[in-house]
């Protein structure tokens, strides 16, 4: 869809959007915490893409997460414009409500499913070290240990474990 962009094509931009809106909403919300801020770098975001989708290069990493970092970056610019102009006294009646609106809790949803499938395809041992690494913050070192493998081994299954993971969501 990102090279049909590049084109100009309405309609393949018009279902990348319908395709990502609820994430990099997310994304943008979790950014800079006001809804209305999140709206307008979502849009800005959107601009961006449609203007420099013809520099997306496919370099291994998924589109989404060019899409996410042009997002978050985005959202980042527009919290640090508003932070040179916000007082704060004025911050007080405009934070957000606390939890996640019906869609961002939809993507979620859909999203760890996803993501819980493609941990379950991974061999135990495997699946076991990286959410020891990742979830839990276990060290490398600690993780070699606790499966008395060489701390060389254990980094070389992360590695392939995580990328296991990436073709997997990929798909």
């Known amino acids: 869809m990102i090279a049909r962009v590049a084109l100009q094509d309405r309609a393949a931009f018009s279902d990348l959007y319908d395709a990502t809106c ?55 610019d527009r919290l640090r414009a508003r932070r040179d102009h916000d007082d704060l006294g004025d911050v007080d009646g405009t934070l957000a409500a606390p939890g996640a609106t019906p869609e961002q809790a939809a993507v979620a949803t859909s999203e760890a499913e996803r993501i819980r499938d493609c941990m379950n395809a991974l061999p135990e041992d495997r699946r076991a070290a990286i959410s020891g690494a990742y979830l839990e913050g276990q060290t490398y070192a600690d993780l070699a240990t606790r499966f008395d493998v060489p701390l060389n081994t254990m980094r070389t299954w992360l590695r392939r474990g995580l990328i296991a993971l990436r073709e997997c969501l990929a798909r």
């Open 22 to 76: 609820g994430k990099l909403f997310a994304v943008c919300l979790r950014v800079s915490g006001r809804r209305q801020d999140a709206e307008d770098a979502m849009q800005d975001a959107y601009v961006k893409v449609w203007r420099n989708a013809g520099r997306y290069a496919v370099t291994g990493h998924s589109p989404m997460t060019w899409l996410i970092t042009i997002a978050r970056n985005t959202a980042i």
